[in-house]
């Protein structure tokens, strides 16, 4: 599952974009695209013109492929509990002052739960792994089939 950083970095490197694409090439067929990441990606398209490219080039192909999914009650719940257990360790303005944690709190309850691996470049997944469990998130790109821990 690609997380939305990876989309943004895509949209403003084109040597990134180029090194998805390849990644793409190879494993679109088992790559998918969570709710929250098309929720992120629709917020950040402020215009006409971005958000036809959106639905265009992210969006539908997607769509098209069924690999779009929404999470479930139960990664809400986790994601809930995950945040609780955050906010006790670190206390709650740390986790106030990060908008997006609770979504991506929701994000690595839902790979968890589907047996997906995150393809991230956003650090505060490292912070979920003491409370969450075993679930798997890696930099872009891995070699499709060798997705190792991290």
């Known amino acids: 599952m690609l997380d939305t950083n990876v989309f943004v970095d895509a949209f403003r490197d084109e040597t990134f974009a180029e090194a998805m694409a390849a990644f793409l090439e190879q494993a679109l067929p088992a790559t998918f ?8 990606l629709a917020a950040g398209a402020r215009t006409r013109e971005r958000v036809r490219a959106l639905e265009s080039s992210i969006l539908r ?3 098209r492929r069924g ?19 955050l906010a006790t360790r670190e206390g709650w303005p740390a986790i106030h ?8 709190a929701l994000l690595a309850a839902s790979c968890r ?7 991230t470049s956003d650090g505060d997944f490292d912070r979920f792994l003491p409370f969450l469990g075993r679930w798997r998130h890696v930099q872009p790109w ?4 060798k997705t190792a821990d991290r």
């Open 67 to 85: 690999r779009v999914f929404a999470p479930s009650t139960l990664a809400f719940r986790a994601s809930g509990r995950l945040l609780a257990e």
């Open 33 to 40: 695209l969570s709710a929250v990441v098309v929720q992120e």
């Open 61 to 63: 192909p997607f769509e």
């Open 113 to 119: 739960e589907h047996g997906f691996t995150l393809i």
């Open 97 to 104: 002052s990060n908008p997006s944690l609770a979504n991506d």
């Open 142 to 145: 891995p070699q499709v089939g």
